[in-house]
């Protein structure tokens, strides 16, 4: 699925381990599973919502700060909503060089553990009502199926959205 060079471009090595790491220290219910399993046993209209990690670059007027969204992967960010909540100038994606220069993380990898890079999270309200997520999980082709009173309780994530 995922070539070598493409592995070994992005550090995803170390990056899964500290998620793994994350979730045994917090003891936090969460399952890592091979992504091609979830969509086999769970087809991808399953129930439980899928996220998807965005960076984020906030611009203020005294400069620029990144965060990351998890957002519905089937969806649009609301950069409006995000904008507003974060009380900034300007918001948008992140480019692919932010992206790896804030994580070392492929983009569509990055697992929603901000404390893992620095960065605090945000989660769009489209997932904040659901029990549990399955969520990148930093490794390609992996993803990671965690409560989500766990990511919100243990990342002190900010809801964003109606």
Not at 86 to 100: F, I, Q, W
């Amino acid at each position: 699925m995922y070539t070598d060079a493409l592995c070994r471009r992005y550090e995803w090595k170390p990056i899964a381990e500290a998620v793994r790491r994350w979730i045994k220290d917090r003891g936090c219910g969460c399952v890592e599973l091979p992504v091609e399993t979830v969509d086999a046993e769970f087809g991808t209209d399953h129930m439980t919502p899928r996220g998807s990690t965005l960076v984020v670059n906030a611009s203020y007027a005294g400069g620029t700060r990144y965060f990351l969204l998890l957002k519905p992967a089937n969806a649009r960010a609301d950069m409006s909503s995000v904008r507003h909540a974060l009380g900034a100038d300007a918001a948008r994606a992140a480019s692919l060089g932010e992206v790896h220069r804030s994580t070392r993380c492929r983009p569509g990898c990055v697992p929603p553990i901000g404390s893992l890079f620095e960065l605090p999270l945000l989660i769009d309200a489209r997932l904040a009502r659901a029990s549990e997520l399955f969520v990148p999980s930093g490794q390609p082709g992996f993803t990671t199926l965690v409560r989500t009173r766990d990511l919100v309780r243990t990342e002190l994530a900010q809801i964003v959205g109606n």
